[in-house]
């Protein structure tokens, strides 16, 4: 699978659009990005995937870069509740077993 | 709620015992993963099993172990346990191999 960065942490105005970068250069054309918080000590959440085009649903929007190196998850309005790590996972979908999840962004939405 | 259930939520244990972490998927899901996680670290991958066969091995000790049974449940067994093993563990299952996972609310394990 391949590898993402991601900054070690990020502030958001609450009210305002949060937007988390992830790198994944060496992403490969059957990989998928998947992200997922984890809000405090819970377990994670799925939030959002995608291949190749934008996508969005009731929790975020995912803009991957037409050349798939790069994506961003937007929380269009922030709030104090979206205070989590975000994690981006870049995953082939047959053949992969493992699930790697990395250090992640520690995103805190300030009041 | 995710539909995926840890038990215990706690564990209590001394040095050099030995615990069972049970997990039960969500319904249908056929793929359960196991994470352990120590304060204020990452997600680490331990195993995956699909179906009640072992698929993949992470940074899982050689104290550890699991299996999953054949209606689909898990156990993560620790053994000879040490301070160092004091974590949060996580399971996760998901439908097949390879799509989202949903997570449990985790066991906190702590060894005195």
């Known amino acids: 699978d391949a590898k993402t960065t991601q900054p070690p942490s990020m502030d958001c105005a609450e009210g305002r659009a949060a937007n988390l970068p992830c790198n994944h250069s060496?992403?490969?054309?059957?990989?998928?990005v998947y992200w997922y918080r984890q809000i405090h000590s819970q377990g994670p959440q799925y939030i959002i995937h995608?291949?190749?085009n934008n996508e969005t649903n009731e929790m975020a929007s995912l803009i991957i870069t037409e050349d798939r190196k790069s994506s961003t998850l937007i929380l269009p309005h922030a709030t104090l509740r979206d205070t989590a790590v975000y994690y981006c996972i870049v995953r082939g979908v047959w053949g992969t077993y493992k699930y790697i999840f990395g250090t992640g962004t520690r995103l805190k939405v300030l009041a | 709620d995710s539909g995926v259930t840890q038990t215990p939520k706690h564990l209590i244990t001394a040095t050099g015992q030995r615990v069972t972490l049970r997990c039960s998927p969500r319904?249908?899901?056929?793929?359960v993963y196991w994470y352990q996680q120590s304060l204020d670290q990452g997600l680490q991958f331990l195993i995956h099993?699909?179906?009640?066969?072992?698929?993949a091995k992470g940074n899982i000790l050689e104290r550890f172990s699991a299996q999953q049974f054949p209606d689909l449940h898990s156990e993560l067994n620790l053994s000879s346990l040490e301070l160092g093993d004091s974590a949060l563990y996580f399971c996760a299952s998901s439908e097949g191999g390879n799509e989202k996972l949903f997570f449990g609310s985790g066991t906190q394990l702590s060894v005195l």
């Open positions: 319904s249908g899901d056929l793929s």
């Open positions: 060496t992403i490969s054309g059957n990989e998928y």
């Open positions: 995608g291949l190749k």
């Open positions: 099993y699909y179906n009640g066969e072992e698929r």
